[in-house]
């Protein structure tokens, strides 16, 4: 595979090899830019308001508030520009983390950090050095505006087109579906390229909330993700020229080189964090003296189940793993070859099914009182809530029509 | 090594002959330990001293005599000694 010839991580810390005490669960090579106390800090705070923020189905405010006191949201920030300089990796290893005691806090925080490298690998000079500095001081939490009534979900689509006015770009787009919409600082939006542009000649554009009315039209009671408040919008404003990130109607290259797969690394990382955190407490359960008392741990049931949940994880972890290596090795050309989408997408669909395959298998071994209860310890409820918006979040059903397609373009079946 | 040690390892060597003291070289899978009931004796271990030994001791290291494990038992009861 050759290598980009661009750097897009110049300025980012390389990976090396951790200290056991730095080493997260996910077990990524994690690089020496974070201070693991933070992660600490963050994932603490999460646990502490999961409980609540679900039931009440509210965003987790707190938690945001300490990703921008700890400087976490500019975790993907290049040193240069002020930020951490971590890797994906290392974008992927705390949001695995923070998803292993509130999956809400960790996609929140996976999804910023993907429009994060989006502006750092694709915005103009002008509106990085205007913009990831405040990122990286913890100042703007970014939201993506992607989904639009009418087009179906597909992402590389638009409807509602950005206008030039003298030297503003004139924004109003409704999305019926803004995660943390309410709490953004800033939304990344994609819009078609113009009244003349074609709904395939899409924009990406970032609004700074000082430039655009932000209104929630409706409310968010879901099955599970409740914290995420991920609510229909109303954006309507205008913005500079240089806002438009990368190139005019080419949206696509970004989501080939970083958008597309930075969300199913992101999210892959959060689901395998939520179903490896639900299958930890239940070990530790199963491996109390209390508990040892009351089961037989020897039956083979059991272990046949907890075997088969282990290597659902295992399946997903080592796809992940392999679909890091690849992102980080690739170019726009190698990504945008069919084998290398069609890996992307089998991480997404697999981690989406099989995360939640295994939880719902938890419950089973578990039974009634500390599966299927909201107030168990467990939290085996709020996972298997959680975990079925995966398959949902960028339906499964629309990636597989698209590797459908691409299966018969790879006629050699070359994997990558 | 104490006593309660032998008594507690004894029921999980089928290949231990009764009139056979233990000593720390005897290589547990010689006796008849695998893997299976690796996490029994560890369960077993765990309830007589009161005393979890952390997962990155749970190795082959660990379960490869009856000496290593036993030191593991004993840095787990100082840990938590320790803590206390």
Redesign the interface.
């Known amino acids: 595979m050759s290598v980009t010839t661009v750097d897009p991580c110049q300025g980012m810390t390389p990976p090396n090899m951790m200290t056991p005490d730095a080493l997260s669960p996910v077990n990524l090579y994690r690089s020496a830019a974070i201070d693991p106390a933070l992660v600490r800090d963050v994932v603490t705070v999460a646990r502490e308001q999961a409980i609540r923020s679900d039931s009440d189905a509210v965003f987790p405010v707190t938690v945001l508030n300490r990703m921008r006191s700890t400087r976490l949201l500019g975790l993907a920030v290049p040193t240069a520009f002020g930020g951490i300089g971590g890797t994906v990796e290392d974008v992927m290893a705390v949001s695995h983390e923070i998803s292993r005691v509130c999956m809400a806090s960790g996609m929140i925080f996976a999804m910023h950090c993907q429009q994060v490298t989006t502006m750092v690998e694709h915005a103009s000079p002008e509106l990085a050095a205007r913009v990831l500095p405040r990122i990286a001081q913890g100042e703007v939490y970014l939201a993506s505006v992607t989904t639009e009534p009418g087009k179906g979900g597909y992402l590389l689509t638009a409807q509602a087109a950005v206008e030039r006015d003298g030297d503003r770009l004139l924004v109003n787009r409704m999305a019926p579906v803004v995660t943390g919409g309410e709490h953004a600082d800033g939304f990344l939006i994609t819009m078609r390229d113009g009244q003349d542009g074609t709904a395939n000649q899409v924009s990406l554009v970032y609004a700074d909330v000082s430039d655009v009315s932000a209104q929630p039209l409706g409310g968010w009671d879901s099955l599970g993700m409740r914290a995420t408040r991920s609510v229909p919008m109303r954006i309507v404003g205008s913005v500079p020229p240089e806002n438009i990130v990368g190139e005019p109607g080419k949206f696509r290259e970004i989501v080939v080189r970083t958008f597309g797969p930075l969300a199913h690394l992101g999210w892959a990382a959060c689901w395998l964090g939520t179903a490896g955190g639900a299958l930890a407490r239940t070990v530790m359960l199963l491996r109390s003296p209390q508990e040892r008392k009351r089961r037989d741990l020897s039956s083979d049931l059991l272990r046949t189940r907890l075997s088969k949940i282990r290597q659902r994880l295992d399946v997903v972890h080592a796809m992940m793993a392999h679909a890091t290596a690849v992102y980080r090795t690739g170019d726009t050309t190698t990504l945008g070859a069919p084998n290398a989408q069609l890996l992307m997408n089998a991480l997404k669909v697999t981690a989406s099914e099989q995360c939640l395959a295994a939880v719902d298998e938890l419950i089973e071994v578990v039974g009634m009182r500390h599966g299927y209860l909201k107030d168990s310890s467990l939290a085996l409820e709020r996972a298997l809530r959680d975990l079925r918006s995966a398959a949902l979040n960028y339906s499964n059903d629309r990636l597989h029509a698209v590797d459908g397609a691409l299966v018969l373009l790879d006629s050699e079946v070359r994997f990558v | 090594m104490d006593e309660k040690f032998t008594t507690v390892l004894r029921p999980h060597l089928p290949f231990l002959p009764a009139d056979r003291q233990l000593s720390d070289s005897d290589a547990l899978r010689d006796l008849g330990l695998n893997s299976m009931q690796a996490?029994?004796v560890l369960?077993a271990v765990?309830?007589a001293y009161g005393a979890v030994i952390p997962d990155?001791k749970l190795n082959d290291e660990t379960f490869a005599t009856v000496g290593s494990l036993w030191q593991a038992v004993e840095d787990a009861m100082q840990r938590q000694e320790v803590g206390r």
């Open positions: 996490i029994e369960f765990e309830d990155d």
